[in-house]
C-alpha cells in the first residue's frame, strides 16, 4: 500500500479519536478526584508527559493555545497536583476509555502491533517531536482495548507534533494555522476576538504546503509497514472508530 494513502486513510481517524477520551465525564471525574476541573486536568494531564516544567515549554509542545492561557491553567494546576502523577492519571483515563468501550472490536491485535511498529519507527529519531516522545514513553497497557486507545492517543500526538513542525517551518503563526482549521474555536484557544489576524489566501497556501511537509516528515514511520500490515492497521482502526462512535 502506497504510505501517502495510509496516512490519506488512517491519520483524520487517529486526529478525533485520539482526543475522544479527553472531557468525558468518567475523566473530568478522575480529575475533579485530586482537585483539578476538566480544563486543568487536560492541560496537566497531557502535558505532565514533559515533567514539572515551565509553562513557555508547555506551550511550545501544544502550540495555538494563547501562551497566557496555558500559564494560568498549568500553574494552577500543577499548584493542585504533580504534573508527573496527572499525567499518569491522564493515561490510565485514556486506557479505561478503551476498555469500556473496545472491548470485543475486532482487529485490536492487528492495530496494536502496526501501531507499535510505527510508533518504535518515529522514536529511533524524535527529534522536534517532544509531546509525541513524552506519551510514547509511557508504558502501555497489557490488555487490548487499553493498549489501543493508549496507542491512538500516541499516534495523535506523533502527528500533531509532527503538524507543528511543519506549520512553523511554512512560517506561519499557529493561532492563524488554528483559525483556518478551526474557526469557531478560536476563544477556547485563550484568544480574544481581533487577536488572530484574519486568515489570508497565503495562510491557507502555507497551511497547505504544512500539511505536505507533515506527511513527509511522518512516512518513514509509516512506511515501516507492509501491505498486510497496513492493512490489519487500518482494520483496526475502522473498528475502533465504529466502537468509538
Known sequence: MNVNDLMARACPSLGHLGSAFYFTP????????????????????????????????????????????????????????PARDASRLYVRCCQDHGRARLAGADGLEGFCDA??????????????????????????????????????????????SAHLVGVKASGLPTPVAHAIKRPKDIAVFGWAEGEVPEPTDEDRNALESAEALTDRLLAPAFAALDDTEAAAFLAGLEAIESALA
Open 26 to 81: 468518567e475523566t473530568v471525574s478522575v480529575g475533579k478526584g485530586v482537585g483539578l476541573d476538566g480544563f486543568r486536568f487536560y492541560f496537566l494531564g497531557r502535558g505532565g508527559v514533559l515533567g514539572d516544567v515551565e509553562p513557555a515549554v508547555v506551550t511550545s509542545t501544544f502550540g495555538y493555545f494563547k501562551p497566557s492561557l496555558v500559564e494560568k491553567m498549568w500553574t494552577s494546576a500543577r499548584e493542585r497536583y
Open 115 to 160: 501501531g507499535e511498529k510505527v510508533i518504535a519507527k518515529a522514536m529511533e529519531d524524535p527529534a522536534g517531536l517532544t509531546l509525541f516522545a513524552g506519551w510514547a514513553a509511557e508504558p502501555l497497557a497489557e490488555d487490548l482495548p487499553g493498549r489501543a486507545m493508549q496507542l491512538v492517543a500516541v499516534l495523535r500526538e506523533l502527528r500533531g
